[in-house]
């Protein structure tokens, strides 16, 4: 680009190398000029006369080129000067940046334009761009072709990269609209600068290096790309999935077998393509005697092969672009056509004019382009009333060809004409492609994802969901609760049913049935021997009716736990509390009737005192009796009022339901406790009066040092209860009634064992009644 700094005459703007492609679209041009000019049917007696101008496919350039065609040499003999406009319409440009500027320099004169390469899809405003038509769709398909291709193949991590212009730019704005909603995300977005600089050509290559986004979206045409390759192939960056537009996706100059292990495998949607048949031949023709003026070309001789040297100017197979150039001639040569063929009296313009065909304006000229519509080879050409065309694109894939060189695949369509979601076709089995790029990888059943801040929803962590909540599909958003009674399993991929748990014969269970069956039969044991030497002097001596009552209730408290273990079920709760206080209870009464016997029978030494009278057998069993019924009325309401009942503990473990008698009210049951606490208090008072007294054997020692035992068992018993869940709760009490009948049996029943087992000799009277 010269430097304009307007203290001297510009000098002129200096292309740079030869394009091949665009000089095929250029005889593209003549060619289809010269079909009209020989067509019969096609304006017939009319000559199509053109001037073509290279814009080195920069605005700058475009721009002189508009305003030359437009003053002609001088302002004396400048065209537009003298009436009606010799220019009637202008073909191009190639470039979106182009025709904008050129579209700006033609609208006032209102001379149509036909673009066959501008698909910036800010050229369809009609306000700013009035004069303009074009042959290739709006580039607002090709982003959402784009969008649906990687949504499709679940590329969701992409980055961007546009050449410095309206069509890179619009279309990267376009794409991220499209993108918006979807589960793409953009990792980064990089600019080609205009004037092609490697600092900053290297510094994209370095974020493409970086970044983990394996698919490069490229909105750019081949003039830009070419140096940025050429600097991209020495940077061995691998394993980029290339999506190229259409400005590059059939650029012929990558096709190079050296672009191969970089560019293989790229992707895009090209635009339609056509046939041309003479085109071939007719590129043929071109010789360097016909710009004998032309400085580029001295060196060459006309004996040159063009297949050789330029492969990309005679790749005719596909015309895609020239085809658009074949359109866009042919657009403009019918619109005159019908132009020419108005029946004065019936035309379009005021008072039903026509254009006069000596003296056509362009904006005539105009009216009849955006009403056109033609045939060319089976294809429908027209413009809608924005001036655009058909959407329609082929998805190419760049495959290896033969000789190592790349070819372009076609492996699909996009047709925008379709309903919205059928849009898209593609032969995946024809693809070859790096199919991979995601920011994170989708989360599991199991697991949710956690956006991390600040950064695109697709970088995502994935955190296993918390205990009792399960997903159950990939890439879940969130981790549901499972319903009441069921749990997450392990995995948290499925609810399962809580595990129901209450005191069984597991260890726990088992260990529990023997302490009380072995308790059971030592208590039975102890009946047998008590009752085998019921004559003997200690079993008499010590109350044996007492005593036998005594080991009976033994047997029904270490029989009591084992109601304990199992489901617990309606009537096992109702059983539980009461048959246990009531046995503990009688079994207390036994033992208080006992200390009462002891301190009354000592008492009663004294002269004159015969309260042993009120004490009688008869009297004993009446106060065992009743204090039992005591205990038996607490039962009794408590069961009637607020049975204990069974139920379902899901607090104390979420993940388990805990079945457990529910003791219905409370009060009951410590007033059941407390009564029991209450005997057990006031034989432990008795007996302690009672210890002191004379005899060798004593039985209040032995009472006090066992309600000790009991209370002790007790007390600790309460604790424990209250702290423990449901099954552990049954445990603990039940655990306690085992140790507190231990208790009572080998405090009361083994020193009296012991002397009438391995001590008979102590077994007299007068032994136990001491001095
Ligand atoms: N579709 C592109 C556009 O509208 C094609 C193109 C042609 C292009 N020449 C270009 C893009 C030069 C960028 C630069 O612009």
């Not at 033609?374 to 329609?392: C, M, Q, R, T």
């Not at 995946?428 to 995601?438: A, G």
């Not at 029943?749 to 007299?764: G, R, V």
């Amino acid at each position: 680009m010269p430097d304009i700094n307007f203290t001297y005459r510009p000098p002129p703007v200096m292309c740079n190398g030869f394009d091949p492609r665009a000089f095929r679209w250029a005889q593209t041009m003549r060619l289809a000029v010269e079909e009209i000019n020989q067509s019969a049917e096609l304006l017939p007696n009319y000559t199509l006369g053109y001037k073509i101008f290279d814009s080195c496919a920069y605005p700058l350039t475009g721009q002189r080129a508009a305003l030359s065609v437009l003053n002609g040499l001088s302002e004396d003999n400048s065209p537009m000067c003298s009436g009606a406009s010799p220019l009637l319409a202008v073909i191009g440009e190639s470039g979106s940046a182009q025709s904008i500027v050129v579209s700006r320099i033609l609208q006032p004169f209102r001379i149509p334009m036909v673009s066959y390469f501008s698909s910036c899809a800010c050229l369809t405003d009609r306000r700013n761009y009035p004069t303009f038509f074009r042959v290739i769709p709006n580039d607002d398909y090709q982003v959402k072709a784009i969008a649906q291709l990687l949504v499709r193949f679940n590329l969701t991590w992409v980055g961007l990269v546009r050449g410095d212009h309206e069509y890179g730019r619009f279309a990267v704005q376009g794409l991220l609209r499209e993108l918006q909603g979807t589960e793409v995300c953009v990792a980064y977005q990089e600019m080609i600068p205009l004037l092609y600089n490697r600092q900053r050509a290297l510094e994209i290559m370095q974020v493409m290096r970086s970044s983990s986004a394996k698919v490069v979206v490229v909105f750019s045409a081949e003039g830009e790309m070419t140096p940025f390759l050429r600097d991209y192939m020495t940077q061995n960056i691998t394993g980029i999935q290339w999506v190229a537009s259409e400005a590059w996706v059939t650029a012929s100059v990558f096709t190079g077998s050296e672009y191969y292990p970089y560019l293989g495998g790229t992707i895009g949607f090209g635009i339609r393509k056509g046939h041309i048949s003479s085109l071939s031949d007719y590129l043929q023709t071109v010789n360097p005697q016909r710009y004998s003026n032309n400085i580029l070309l001295p060196p060459c001789s006309g004996e040159e092969s063009l297949l050789e040297q330029h492969s990309a100017y005679m790749n005719t197979s596909s015309p895609r672009v020239a085809y658009n150039v074949y359109k866009a001639v042919y657009a403009i040569a019918h619109s005159l056509h019908n132009l020419l063929l108005c029946q004065p009296g019936s035309g379009p313009f005021q008072n039903n004019s026509c254009a006069q065909s000596k003296n056509i304006h362009p904006w005539q000229l105009q009216h009849y382009l955006q009403e056109v519509a033609f045939n060319i080879a089976g294809e429908e050409v027209n413009f809608d009333l924005k001036g655009d065309s058909i959407p329609y694109y082929d998805i190419l894939n760049w495959q290896r060809g033969t000789g190592g060189s790349i070819e372009f695949v076609n492996v699909g369509l996009f047709d925008g004409t379709k309903p919205a979601g059928k849009e898209l076709v593609i032969q995946e089995d024809k693809m070859m492609w790096v199919p991979v790029s995601v920011c994170s990888n989708s989360c599991l059943p199991g697991s949710r994802k956690a956006v991390r801040r600040g950064e695109p929803v697709c970088c995502f962590d994935c955190v296993p969901c918390d205990s009792g909540k399960i997903s159950n599909q990939t890439n879940s958003i969130e981790c549901t609760f499972c319903p009441e009674d069921f749990w997450s399993n392990n995995d948290r991929t499925a609810c399962i049913p809580k595990k129901v748990e209450f005191l069984t014969y597991d260890s726990l269970g088992i260990a529990l049935t023997v302490i009380s069956v072995v308790g059971a039969c030592l208590t039975i044991a102890v009946f047998v021997v008590f009752f085998h030497y019921i004559n003997t002097a200690i079993v008499r001596v010590n109350n044996s009716e007492l005593s036998f009552f005594i080991l009976f209730a033994l047997t029904l408290c270490f029989l009591c736990s084992l109601v304990f273990i199992g489901e617990p079920t309606y009537w096992s709760c109702m059983l539980r509390h009461t048959a246990f206080s009531i046995t503990f209870s009688f079994c207390i009464s036994c033992i208080l009737g006992k200390t009462l016997v002891v301190l009354a029978a000592f008492t009663a030494t004294r002269p004159g005192n015969n309260i042993m009278k009120w004490l009688g057998p008869k009297q004993q069993r009446a106060i065992i009796f009743s204090c039992t019924l005591i205990q038996v009325v607490i039962c009794a309401t408590w069961l009637i009022d607020a049975p204990p009942f069974p139920s379902r503990n899901t607090h104390y473990e979420i993940s388990k339901i805990i079945l457990e008698c529910s003791v219905g009210s409370s009060l009951a049951f410590w007033c059941v406790l407390g009564y029991i606490g209450l005997q057990a208090c006031l034989c432990f008072v008795l007996a302690f009066l009672a210890r002191k007294l004379p005899g060798n054997f004593n039985e209040a020692k032995v009472i006090t040092f066992s309600m000790l035992i009991f209370c002790a068992v007790w007390l600790a018993f309460i604790p424990a209860y209250i702290s423990s869940p449901g099954n552990y709760a049954d445990a603990v009490e039940s655990f306690a009634i085992l140790a507190s009948s231990f208790g009572l049996l080998f405090c009361l029943f083994a020193p009296k064992c012991y002397i009438i087992l391995l001590k008979p000799e102590k077994n007299t009277k007068q032994h136990l009644m001491g001095k």
